[in-house]
């Protein structure tokens, strides 16, 4: 159990990365948003996916990339929409 959190953190940490690669600009986020985004952007991927192919689809590297590039996106415009007066 412990070696299935540990891989998923380093796969989210892995896909996060990538996913904030493909943002244009900074993110302001740390290791911890990087992990989240990339499992939520995994998790996003694999939802609209079952959804459009149906339940015998399988997410991959590309699409959980543009899920948490997505996460990212979206992060970074609420943050900015924070830090307006």
Same mark, same amino acid.
């Given at each position: 159990?412990?070696?299935?959190?540990?891989? &998923?953190?380093?796969? %989210?940490?892995?896909? %996060? #990365?990538? %996913?904030? &690669? #493909?943002?244009? @600009?900074?993110?302001?986020?740390?290791?911890?948003? !990087?992990?989240?985004?990339? *499992?939520?952007?995994?998790?996003?991927?694999?939802? +609209?996916?079952? *959804?459009?192919?149906?339940?015998?689809?399988?997410? %991959?590297?590309?699409?959980?990339? *543009? @899920?948490? #590039?997505?996460? +990212?996106? +979206? +992060?970074?415009? !609420?943050?900015?929409?924070?830090? *307006?007066?």
């Amino acid at each position: 159990m412990i070696s299935f959190i540990i891989s &998923l953190a380093f796969s %989210g940490l892995i896909i %996060g #990365a990538l %996913g904030r &690669l #493909a943002i244009p @600009g900074r993110q302001p986020m740390g290791c911890i948003g !990087t992990i989240l985004a990339g *499992l939520a952007g995994s998790f996003i991927a694999g939802i +609209v996916g079952r *959804l459009i192919f149906g339940s015998s689809y399988v997410p %991959g590297i590309i699409a959980s990339i *543009l @899920g948490a #590039a997505l996460v +990212v996106w +979206v +992060v970074g415009k !609420t943050r900015d929409r924070r830090s *307006l007066p």
